[in-house]
């Protein structure tokens, strides 16, 4: 608490959360759904004995369960609201009401604190009509104390109130809960908060702009509480103008300049301006982490803006530069952009040497490593050739150039040979084969990052989906050894599966087809056998 001299007299300050605590269930606000209710008993004279405030903090749980307090005691309640002038709820006012017994369960949390509660319940109430007992973050009684609570809870004496606050009621017993009327706080809209500062401003004399509200309601996430402690911090040193980038100073958020270079760059590849943004972040001396954490939700919000359009934490010239970012890169990619920040984040923690790992993983992100045109033009051209006769051998089936001998016919001949359970192995692993060319992307991408040894390797290949949870990853050419234990790698197989998932919107998991396509490669080296000998040839079964 601070404390203020003037004139030689001792103030007391006292914080706005404090002071503009609502006396009142009408100054409760964005919960009418509970105070309308709760004056409705009060004025039937209907109250139960046992109340369940749940909600997010800072939602009016505490302050509604006081209100209540005083307005079953009032002496002239008015239309269920306490009058606040009577000696019943001046007393209560100023704390010295010893008939309502507020413990905050998260320090008196233990059988005996709940056990003098049991005590005091058979005494009548020394002025008031009913001796209410408030518990706060009731979850944290521990379950001896819940049960040592029940049976009163269950029926108390005709002059006792319980009023549990909770932020966990999944914490709470069933048979607490069974016990007491359950009201559910909602977070307060961000239109209620600002209405509810603004006329706190008003009364304090305070001149605030509307982006400063806006921007403190969102920030406080729906808890009035904290809209007001953060509103307090801005007028700590005696100003009386607030605007927007004091509050933005004030929370610890960084300047956008930094952050929206970064994702420009990351989003446009442009290595030069990272190289920039990355040398005035370290001479600002911002947090790595910190930092990389700020630069994700911007990513985020990009992302957000592009599907709904509804950002409101931002100005109107930094929606301009969103939406200009937004309209330049696919959903795909800022997915891609947010998982990869995330992995450079987790990797910054583990490191010892963050700022080279920080600079490395930004100018990896903003550098597209593909530069040789041509020769991606002529792989290209491979590609489509090789996909032009895979879809001929499929439609037609292969014949020989020197033979004339039917592969057809050969691979009839060869199965009656093959041991019939091996020719069921073969069909188990036989999936509905994937439509569409995002396999053939996927790939793509791994050439593009630069991750070589998978491109290669998964380059004749096509994907067979075997259930809805796993896909079956087929070798149209075969698989060996080497290709094999490149593949299996914990890290290829987790970047393999990331992007199938990613696909899928879902987590998918990964088989490498590798007994079929030992089959496959046994019919292939047969035909380069008949190819070889380069004379008819017929099997004969027996």
């Known amino acids: 608490m601070i404390i203020y001299k003037k004139g030689g007299d001792v103030l007391e300050y006292t914080a706005l959360y404090r002071k503009f605590r609502p006396l009142k269930f009408e100054d409760i606000v964005g919960q009418e759904h509970i105070t309308t209710t709760l004056k409705n008993q009060i ?27 005083r307005a079953v005691n009032c002496l002239n309640p008015q239309g269920g609201e306490p009058c606040n002038e009577c000696e019943i709820c001046k007393m209560a006012l100023s704390g010295n009401l010893t008939d309502i017994v507020e413990m905050d369960a998260a320090s008196n949390n233990s059988v005996d604190d709940i056990r003098l509660i049991r005590e005091e319940v058979n005494f009548l109430p020394t002025v008031a009509k009913y001796r209410v007992y408030i518990i706060d973050e009731a979850h944290m009684l521990t379950t001896g104390a819940f049960n040592a609570l029940l049976k009163t809870l269950e029926e108390p004496p005709k002059h006792v109130k319980f009023i549990l606050a909770t932020t966990e009621p999944q914490k709470i017993l069933t048979t607490i809960l069974s016990r007491c009327q359950k009201f559910n706080f909602k977070k307060i809209s961000n239109e209620n908060i600002s209405k509810r500062l603004k006329y706190i401003c008003d009364i304090q004399g305070i001149s605030i702009t509307t982006d400063a509200l806006k921007l403190i309601a969102v920030l406080s996430e729906g808890a009035m509480r904290d809209a007001l402690s953060i509103l307090e911090r801005c007028i700590q040193d005696g100003a009386k103008d607030i605007k927007q980038e004091k509050v933005k100073e004030l929370v610890g958020i960084p300047s956008l300049t930094y952050v929206h270079k970064i994702a420009d760059s990351i989003i446009n590849y442009n290595y030069e301006n990272s190289m920039d943004a990355i040398r005035e972040v370290m001479d600002e001396g911002k947090d790595i982490e910190y930092f990389i954490w700020e630069v994700i939700k911007y990513i985020r919000d990009i992302l957000i803006y592009k599907t709904s359009k509804n950002l409101d934490i931002y100005s109107d010239e930094e929606l301009g530069k969103i939406k200009d970012l937004s309209e330049k890169v696919s959903n795909e990619r800022l997915l891609r952009i947010i998982y990869d920040l995330s992995q450079l984040e987790n990797d910054i923690k583990k490191s010892s040497q963050k700022i080279i790992i920080f600079q490395a993983g930004i100018i990896r992100l903003s550098t597209n490593l593909i530069t040789d045109k041509a020769g991606i033009d002529e792989l290209k051209d491979k590609i489509l050739e090789l996909e032009k006769k895979v879809s001929s051998i499929e439609k ?16 009839e001949k060869i199965q009656k040979n093959v041991p019939q359970e091996k020719i069921t192995k073969q069909d188990k692993v036989t999936g509905k084969k994937a439509e569409g060319t ?5 790939i793509t991408e791994f050439k593009n990052n630069q ?9 004749n290949t096509e994907i067979v989906e075997l259930n809805d949870t796993m896909v079956g990853i087929r070798f149209l050419k075969g698989l060996n050894k080497f290709g094999k234990a490149i593949l299996e790698k914990n890290e290829n197989q987790t970047e393999i599966r990331k992007r199938i998932s990613m696909h899928y919107g879902k987590d998918m998991q990964i088989k490498f087809l590798t007994e079929e396509e030992k089959e496959v490669k046994h019919e292939s080296d047969f035909e380069s056998l008949v190819k070889s000998l380069d004379i008819p040839m017929d099997i004969i079964d027996e």
């Open 451 to 459: 991750k070589i040894m998978l491109y290669t390797n998964l380059l």
């Open 438 to 442: 995002w396999w053939k992307d996927i």
């Open 43 to 69: 004025k039937s004279n209907r109250v139960g004995h046992a109340y369940l405030f749940n909600g997010g903090r800072g939602t009016g749980k505490t302050s509604a369960a006081k209100v209540l307090a």
């Open 396 to 411: 037609s089936g292969i014949q020989s150039d020197n033979t004339g001998v039917r592969q057809s016919t050969s691979t």
